[in-house]
C-alpha cells in the first residue's frame, strides 16, 4: 500500500508564485515566502511553487568563493528550518529555488518540502546559472533529473536553462513537471511570442507543466503559466505580482 502522503487524489491545487524577490537579502525573501505560503494555504492550496534561486535572489551571488561560500545555505539551515516549520503549521507543501552549499560546492538547487519534510532535491544540471567565464570548481551543476512521487503524481522538476540546453534528459515520463524559471523579458516580448516559445519547448516532456517565474525590478516581471499541449492554458501575466492556482 502507498504511503498516505503518496496516495493518488483526483486533482491537487497548486498556487504558482509570481512574486518579488531581493537580490542578497535572504529575510526579505524569507518573508515574503512565508506570507505567500499562508495566502496560497487560505486558498485551498496543497502546494505553493518559487521561482529558481528565490531565496538568495538569482544575482545574489559576486562569484567568488569566499563571500559566496557564506551566501549559499546547506539543507539544516535556519532559513530551510523555518520554512519546514511553516509547512506544518500552516499545512501546505512549499518547493523553492535556492542557491545550496554541499561542503565546498555550491549548486542551484529546487527543494520540494511536503508536510515539514524535505521530499526532493533538485541541483540544476546545465551551467546558465553562473557566471561560467568568471567561476571556479566550486560552482557546479548535478548529473541528472529523477521522477519521483508526490502525491500520486510522478513529478520532475527543471531549472530554466535544463529544458534549453539538455531538454532530452528531463523527456523520463513524468506526468507533472515543475519549471522553476528567471527570466528578465519585457511584458511586451511575453505578449509577442515568448510565452508561446517557452510552451513549445516544454511540449512532451510531461503532461502538464507549471512554470514559475519571479518579479525583480526594474527588468524582472514575474508571470506564471500552466502549459499542456504546446500552448498555455492558465496564466498570471507578467507584471502581476500574485499567485496562479492551477490544478495538476
Request: charged share 25%; glycine share 2%; hydrophobic share 45%.
Given at each position: 500500500m502507498p504511503a498516505e502522503k503518496d496516495r493518488k487524489v483526483d486533482k491537487i491545487r497548486v498556487a504558482l508564485a509570481s512574486k518579488p524577490f531581493v537580490n542578497g537579502d535572504m529575510q526579505t525573501n524569507l518573508q515574503t515566502m512565508l506570507a505567500a505560503m499562508a495566502e496560497a494555504a487560505q486558498q485551498?492550496?496543497?502546494?505553493?511553487?518559487?521561482?529558481e534561486a528565490f531565496l538568495q535572489g538569482f544575482d545574489g551571488l559576486t562569484?567568488?568563493?569566499?563571500?559566496?561560500?557564506?551566501?549559499?545555505?546547506?539543507?539544516?539551515?535556519?532559513?530551510i528550518l523555518r520554512l519546514r516549520d511553516a509547512s506544518r503549521e500552516l499545512g501546505i507543501d512549499v518547493a523553492f529555488g535556492y542557491i545550496e552549499r554541499v561542503e565546498d560546492r555550491l549548486y542551484s538547487s529546487y527543494m520540494l518540502i511536503q508536510q515539514g519534510e524535505i521530499h526532493h532535491n533538485f541541483r540544476r544540471i546545465s551551467r546558465g546559472w553562473k557566471e561560467y567565464t568568471r567561476t571556479d570548481d566550486h560552482y557546479c551543476e548535478g548529473t541528472r533529473?529523477?521522477?519521483?512521487?508526490?502525491?500520486?503524481?510522478?513529478?520532475?522538476?527543471?531549472?530554466?536553462g535544463d529544458l534549453w540546453d539538455k531538454r532530452e534528459a528531463f523527456c523520463i515520463g513524468a506526468e507533472v513537471l515543475l519549471w522553476p524559471v528567471y527570466c528578465d523579458y519585457s511584458i511586451e516580448e511575453w505578449q509577442g511570442g515568448t510565452t508561446q516559445e517557452y510552451a513549445e519547448q516544454c511540449q512532451g516532456v510531461a503532461g502538464v507543466t507549471c512554470m514559475i517565474n519571479a518579479i525583480c525590478p526594474p527588468t524582472g516581471f514575474g508571470g506564471c503559466w500552466q502549459f499542456a499541449d504546446g500552448k498555455a492554458v492558465r496564466e498570471l501575466r507578467p507584471g502581476c505580482d500574485g499567485l496562479l492556482l492551477v490544478e495538476v
Open positions: 485551498d492550496a496543497v502546494l505553493i511553487c518559487f521561482s562569484w567568488q568563493w569566499e563571500q559566496d561560500k557564506d551566501i549559499a545555505v546547506s539543507q539544516a539551515h535556519d532559513a533529473p529523477e521522477v519521483f512521487a508526490y502525491r500520486g503524481r510522478k513529478m520532475t522538476i527543471a531549472l530554466c
